[in-house]
């Protein structure tokens, strides 16, 4: 019988205890659970930014219940907030009772843009630039002889013409680029700045930026989950009435773009989160997905959310998802490859399937607790424990602290210091 995600009571374990079971689960050496913990040295993060003077630590956590393309997975993720890994690993049993989620992704193209100004007949320097094609693919390719040794590199030359810009007519010349298991900024970037001079030799302008563009709407990631009601049910609320309420609340996103930047930030929490732990560039991630929201002209939701015939829950995403297994900070931080051979994604493509799953099973989180008890209930029991420590508790008074907050309703800096005095006090007491 094969591994399963399927943890009963993860969350119940010490950290050491979780640490045994994943390195049990993902076969890791001692040396990868040592890399669990701090595994980037001040002299590594020193030649990775500037001016560094030490390195920050965010909590890793680990989501349970996966099942992705018929595979179990364990996704590791990287984020501070409270309860988002629960949240994603309660939806990811949700829809593992209806088969999981089942991702695809198209090839690795990246985009990368040729700005050309100062022409005197914009359309004609396009159709210029289409009829030298071939010329500017095998001058892309002579840039990265390794990368086309792998299958990858220039694909296809393509032309824009924007006729309203501030500064007037401007070409702009898009290169494709298969960056295969690396997001690919570097190649492009190179590629592009080495197209540059051909480019205006061949249209008679002036090239101004070169650059990729993290639009990546050539390479995207799409994951569907089917979610039978009855694994919707509540004490108080039949599951086909809950599904009822989760595509309503889809629907509020869909037409409302003040709701659908909330309803989003849900879906990159889940995304972010295993960017981060992966080493990847969650900037550039956020930057496509939510230019990609607007593709229409109106900002809105990623995701879809509909009933079948069958009163099933059916949820779909997509968005692009430009990140790599190699290159960057994904082979510098030991802890990035400890996160990728916990997921077994070994191409560009498997993590972005792993990754979009993700999201859709934290927007699917997100919107059944505001569809039901509401966002609150169990996010602030979690977010209390933040407040606890924030107030000077250590040890077993966290968790005595934030449970007494909870139940007072009142989660709150200044509640709990006065909750942590009263309690010192009393145990000061002879």
């Known amino acids: 019988m094969g591994r399963s995600s399927r943890i009963s009571g993860f969350y119940k374990l010490s950290p050491s205890e979780r640490q045994r079971v994943l390195a049990d689960w993902a076969s890791l050496s001692p040396a990868q659970v040592a890399s669990l913990e701090g595994a980037l040295e001040l002299s590594q993060a020193d030649k990775m930014v500037e001016n560094v003077v030490g390195t920050y630590a965010l909590p890793l956590g680990i989501a349970t219940n996966f099942v992705v393309n018929g595979h179990d997975v364990l996704v590791p993720m990287v984020i501070e907030e409270p309860s988002v890994v629960a949240g994603a690993s309660y939806a990811a049993r949700l829809a593992r009772a209806g088969g999981g ?28 630039v289409q009829s030298q094609k071939q010329r500017l693919l095998d001058l892309a390719n002579s840039t990265d002889p390794v990368i086309v040794s792998l299958h990858g590199g220039a694909r296809d030359v ?29 190649m492009v970037n190179t590629a592009c700045e080495a197209l540059a001079p051909l480019v205006e030799e061949i249209t008679g302008g002036r090239v101004n930026l070169r650059i990729l563009s993290n639009l990546a ?36 996103a869909a037409a409302d773009p003040y709701r659908a930047a909330t309803h989003n930030k849900g879906i990159m929490n889940g995304i972010d989160a295993v960017a981060l732990a992966t080493g990847n560039d969650w900037r550039a991630i956020e930057a496509g997905a939510h230019a990609y929201a607007a593709r229409a002209g109106r900002y809105t939701s990623l995701s879809t959310w509909s009933i079948d015939p069958a009163g099933n829950l059916v949820g779909e995403l997509e968005l692009p998802l430009a990140v790599g297994v190699v290159g960057g900070a994904t082979r510098v931080h030991r802890c990035a490859q400890v996160a990728l051979a916990i ?26 607790a505001l569809a039901t008890e509401g966002i609150q209930r169990g996010h602030m029991a979690l977010h209390a424990r933040q407040v606890a420590i924030a107030a000077g508790a250590v040890g077993d008074e966290v968790d005595q602290v934030a449970d007494a907050l909870v139940q007072e309703g009142a989660v709150r800096g200044d509640r709990a210091q006065q909750l942590l005095a009263n309690m010192r006090q009393s145990k000061s007491r002879p």
């Open 217 to 252: 709407d050539r390479r995207l990631a799409r994951a569907r989950c089917v979610v039978p009601a009855k694994e919707l049910d509540t004490e108080n609320t039949a599951g086909a009435l809950v599904a009822q309420h989760i595509v309503e609340a889809y629907a509020f």
């Open 343 to 368: 997921m077994g994604a070994t191409t560009a493509r498997d993590l972005a399937e792993i990754m979009v799953s993700a999201g859709l099973a934290q927007n699917l989180a997100a919107i059944r």
């Open 101 to 128: 989620f089942h991702a695809e992704s198209g090839e690795s193209l990246m985009i990368g843009q040729i700005q050309v100004l100062e022409l005197a007949d914009v359309e004609a320097a396009g159709r210029k």
């Open 158 to 186: 393509e032309v824009r013409t924007l006729r309203d810009s501030p500064r007037g007519p401007m070409l702009v010349v898009h290169l494709l680029y298969d960056c295969r298991d690396a997001m690919g900024a570097n």
